[in-house]
């Protein structure tokens, strides 16, 4: 059974500041893995999809990487805004199920 | 945004009571998926349908059954509501199998058991 751990659960960072999100998985025959936010109350947006067969996507100011052997995923956030405070979740997809973590709650302070 | 809706948004039923949930989509995606959400667990799946009238179990199943009749509709049902189904309810939707595809979610549904 596929497991997602994210760490850390909560982080709080001052505005600006470059910050680095973990997701791992345990089993690596995965076909994607995807970062969502959510903001309280709300349902959950898709920030970025690496495929199985790739290393890395990047949308604005994310990055996130793949290391699929060693069952890793990191999403990069750099200078941080107050806006991007929320919830970031990973989602890893077999063949026709997606298995999440149970987030990281950023707190960027201004 | 994907064309997806959920219904009602928020629910206040007592124990015991049979509650229905409906996950509607206008994307005409093969997967639906019923996942519910409570602190410290994430997301965890409940059930899932890869077409009509064919569904499957997620992780954390007892006590709720699904239907499919249409492609757009899928609906999830507690059958006799109990407290420990109080949370946060979302259906996802997603077109098909393989490595490029993602998942789309749908705003939620807070449901409250008392």
């Known amino acids: 059974k596929q497991e997602v751990t994210q760490i850390p659960a909560a982080l709080s960072v001052p505005e600006g500041e470059n910050l680095v999100l973990n997701c791992s998985f345990t089993?690596?025959?995965?076909?994607?893995l995807q970062w969502f936010r959510q903001d309280p109350g709300k349902g959950l947006t898709s920030l970025l999809l690496?495929?199985?067969?790739?290393r890395e996507q990047t949308s604005g100011r994310l990055n996130a990487s793949l290391d699929k052997s060693s069952g890793r995923s990191t999403l990069y956030i750099a200078a941080s805004q107050p806006g991007d405070s929320a919830t970031y979740l990973c989602?890893?997809?077999?063949?026709?199920?997606?298995?999440f973590g149970s987030g990281t709650k950023l707190n960027v302070k201004p | 945004d994907a064309g997806i809706t959920q219904s009602p948004r928020h629910k206040v039923t007592e124990t015991g009571t049979p509650v229905t949930l409906r996950c509607h989509q206008t994307?005409?995606?093969?997967?639906m998926y019923w996942y519910r959400q409570d602190p410290g667990h994430g997301l965890r799946l409940i059930h899932y349908?890869?077409?009509?009238?064919?569904?499957d179990k997620g992780e954390v199943s007892d006590g709720y059954s699904v239907s499919r009749s249409k492609t757009e509709d899928f609906l999830l049902t507690l059958e006799s509501a109990t407290s420990s189904q109080t949370s946060v309810y979302f259906c996802?939707?997603?077109?098909?199998?393989?490595?490029?595809?993602?998942?789309?979610f749908g705003q939620g549904t807070r449901l409250t058991v008392v």
């Open positions: 994307e005409n995606h093969r997967y």
């Open positions: 989602a890893v997809k077999d063949f026709n199920k997606f298995y």
């Open positions: 089993d690596s025959a995965i076909y994607n």
């Open positions: 349908s890869y077409g009509v009238k064919d569904t």
């Open positions: 996802a939707i997603s077109p098909r199998t393989g490595e490029d595809t993602e998942a789309f």
């Open positions: 690496i495929q199985s067969s790739q």
